[in-house]
C-alpha cells in the first residue's frame, strides 16, 4: 500500500473544476489502493472528502501570495508556517508516506524542499492556465527554481505552454487531462429548448457573455430558457444582468450542487463561454452523455473540442457568435443529434476516466 499526502492552503475556497479534478484523482488512487490524506485550509476541498469518508484535516498553511496584499505578508508569515509545515511532513514521512501531492502555491513554495529533503517524490498539481497570479508574481523565478524538484502535472496543453514560459522545464511537466466515465444519453423531457451552464461564477467564466447571448437567442427562440448551475463571487452581478437583458424571468441560477454534470440530461446543448479556460471538465462531461457544446475557443477547449464535429468553437467575447450557435444547435435536431454522438465516441476513446487514474497511479509511485 503506497501512502499519499495532498497539501492545498488556497487564498480562496470555493467549489470548482480545480477540486472535482482532485476528487478523481484520489478516487482512482484509492480505488487501486492507496492510503490517501487531505491536509488543508480548502473547505470546498476538506468538505468534499469528508463528505466521501476519506483521511483529511484541517490546518491553515499561510497566506497564499497570489494577490499584491498577500504577496507583501508572504515573506512575513513563511517563517511561522515553513517549520509548521516541515514538521507536518515529517510526521507523515515517519508513518510511511512517500508522496506529496501540492496543490496550491503556498505548499509548492513552502513545502516542496522539506518533502525532498526527507525523502519523498512531490507532485505538483496546475490545473489552471497560468494567469496573472503567477506570471507577475513576486515569487515567480523562485516558483520556477523548486519546480525542478518537482513533477509538475497538469491538464491541457494550454496549460502546459503557459508554464513553460514562466520558465518550468518542459521535462518537468506531464499532461494528464481529466477523465470521465461512459454515461447515459441525455433524458431531457420533451418541451421547450433549454441552455445550460455549469461553472463557477467568477470573472475568467464569463457567464455575462452567455447571458449576452441568450437574450439575443431568446429573440428568435421565445421559448428559450437559460439553467444555470454553480457559485462564485459573480452571481448578484449576474443576476442583476439578466433583469437589465429582459431574460430574468427565463433564467434560472441553482447555486452549487454536487454532481453538477449529471444535470446534462436536463439541456439541449451545454454553453461554455469562457474568457479563460484550462480544460473544461463540464464540457467533457456533456459530450460524455452525448450532449452537444457550444464553447469559446481558448485555452484547453479547442484540444477537447472539434469544431464543428463534437461540438462547435466561436470567438471568445463575441456574444453574436455564440447565438448563432446555439441557435443553430436548437432549431436543427439532426446537427445537435451528430455533435452529441461524435463528443461522446470523442470522450470514450480519448479521455476516459480509466486513463486518467492510470496516469495518476503511476505519477504517485515513489521511485
Not at 157 to 179: D, Q, T
Not at 251 to 268: I, K, L, S, Y
Request: with cysteine.
Amino acid at each position: 500500500m503506497n501512502r499519499v499526502l495532498f497539501f492545498s492552503f488556497p487564498f480562496e475556497s470555493a467549489p470548482g473544476g480545480g477540486e472535482r479534478y482532485t476528487e478523481q484523482t484520489a478516487d482512482g488512487l484509492i480505488a487501486a489502493g492507496h492510503r490517501v490524506t487531505l491536509v488543508s485550509s480548502s473547505r470546498a476541498l476538506l468538505g468534499l472528502f469528508f463528505a466521501r469518508g476519506w483521511s483529511a484535516f484541517p490546518l491553515w498553511g499561510g497566506v497564499e501570495p497570489v494577490s499584491k496584499a498577500a504577496a507583501a505578508v508572504f515573506p512575513l508569515t513563511a517563517p511561522v508556517f515553513l517549520p509548521l509545515l516541515a514538521l507536518t511532513l515529517a510526521w507523515y514521512r515517519s508513518r510511511g508516506t512517500r508522496v506529496l501531492v501540492c496543490l496550491s502555491l503556498t505548499d509548492k513554495l513552502l513545502a516542496t524542499a522539506p518533502a525532498r529533503l526527507l525523502g519523498m517524490r512531490v507532485v505538483w498539481m496546475e490545473h489552471l492556465v497560468a494567469g496573472r497570479s503567477l506570471t507577475q508574481n513576486p515569487f515567480r523565478r523562485l516558483y520556477a527554481a523548486l519546480a525542478r524538484l518537482a513533477l509538475v502535472v497538469t491538464v491541457s496543453e494550454a496549460a502546459a505552454a503557459s508554464l513553460a514560459a514562466l520558465g518550468i522545464p518542459r521535462g518537468r511537466i506531464r499532461i494528464v487531462p481529466p477523465g470521465v466515465a461512459p454515461a447515459a444519453a441525455p433524458a431531457k423531457p420533451s418541451g421547450a429548448p433549454v441552455i445550460g451552464a455549469i461553472s463557477r461564477l467568477s470573472r475568467e467564466k464569463n457567464v455575462a457573455l452567455l447571458l449576452k447571448a441568450f437574450a439575443l437567442v431568446s429573440k428568435e427562440i421565445p421559448e428559450a430558457s437559460l439553467s444555470v448551475y454553480g457559485d462564485g463571487p459573480e452571481r448578484g452581478a449576474l443576476a442583476d444582468l439578466a433583469e437589465s437583458l429582459g431574460i430574468g424571468a427565463k433564467t434560472a441560477f441553482h447555486g452549487h450542487v454536487p454532481d453538477a454534470g449529471r444535470r446534462c440530461g436536463e439541456f439541449d446543448v451545454l454553453a461554455v463561454p469562457s474568457s479563460r479556460e484550462s480544460f473544461g471538465l463540464a464540457a467533457l462531461e456533456a459530450m460524455a452523455c452525448g450532449l452537444p457544446v457550444v464553447a469559446t475557443k481558448v485555452g484547453g477547449l479547442p484540444e477537447l473540442i472539434i469544431d464543428g464535429e463534437t461540438g462547435m468553437l466561436v470567438p471568445p467575447e463575441d456574444e453574436r457568435a455564440m447565438a448563432d450557435a446555439l441557435i443553430a444547435v436548437l432549431r436543427d435536431r439532426g446537427l445537435a443529434a451528430r455533435l452529441g454522438e461524435a463528443g461522446r465516441a470523442r470522450a470514450a476513446s480519448r479521455f476516459s476516466e480509466k486513463k486518467m487514474h492510470a496516469a495518476w497511479i503511476e505519477l504517485s509511485s515513489p521511485r
